[in-house]
């Protein structure tokens, strides 16, 4: 997955450098997420489906 400048970061990261946060990129099929504060280490990636599925879960708590 090529996401190199497709990452974003939450409006909510905080305040400071705003390196309080994760990063996410999204494709077409699925959602990579990183440490802001370790951008270059490992990302997890998830089907689009299951982190929307997950956002929608949070926004309703």
């Given amino acids: 997955m090529s996401t190199s400048d497709n ?3 939450s409006s909510y990261s905080g305040g400071g450098d705003g ?3 994760v990063e996410i990129a999204d ?5 990579a ?5 370790a951008p270059h ?3 997890l990636t998830f ?6 599925a997950f956002v929608e879960d949070l ?3």
């Fill in 7 to 9: 990452w974003r970061k």
């Fill in 19 to 21: 390196n309080n946060c």
């Fill in 47 to 52: 089907p689009s489906t299951a982190f929307s």
């Fill in 41 to 43: 280490r490992a990302t």
């Fill in 27 to 31: 494709a077409p099929d699925h959602i």
């Fill in 33 to 37: 997420v990183r440490d802001s504060k």
């Fill in 59 to 61: 926004k309703r708590r």
